[in-house]
Nanobody, 121 residues
């Protein structure tokens, strides 16, 4: 499966963005999907994940209550709605997928190219 992340940009603190992760090549329906982010000079960190059926979601403590992950199986797309953005959310955001179970501690086999999110006034 090929992944295409989009929706990044420049936003002021307190603003919102919605990232999209579109899958092609095969159906997304039996894949868990996660978002990770990497800031300059830092390691890649887990942000959020959603199970193959959308029934279970996982979030990093740093984004709980501000970010929401969801999926639209008909569109083969997973979204990350980011609200109340902070400068420390600035990073390149990557989506990733794996067949079967998902969550913060799993290895993901398929990765998108990343989309830049910059939170600055």
């Amino acid at each position: 499966v090929q992944l295409q992340a989009s929706g990044g940009g420049l936003v002021q603190p307190g603003g919102s963005l919605r990232l999209s992760c579109a899958a092609s090549g095969r159906t997304f329906s039996n894949y868990a999907v996660a978002w990770f982010r990497q800031a300059p000079g830092k390691e890649r960190d887990f942000v959020a994940a959603i199970s193959w059926n959308g029934g279970t979601t996982y979030y990093a403590d740093s984004v709980k209550g501000r970010f929401t992950i969801s999926r639209d199986s008909a569109k083969n797309t997973v979204y990350l709605q980011m609200n109340s953005l902070k400068p420390e959310d600035t990073a390149v955001y990557y989506c990733a997928a794996r067949r079967g179970a998902g969550g913060p501690r799993f290895e993901y086999d398929h990765w998108g190219q990343g989309t830049q999110v910059t939170v600055s006034s």
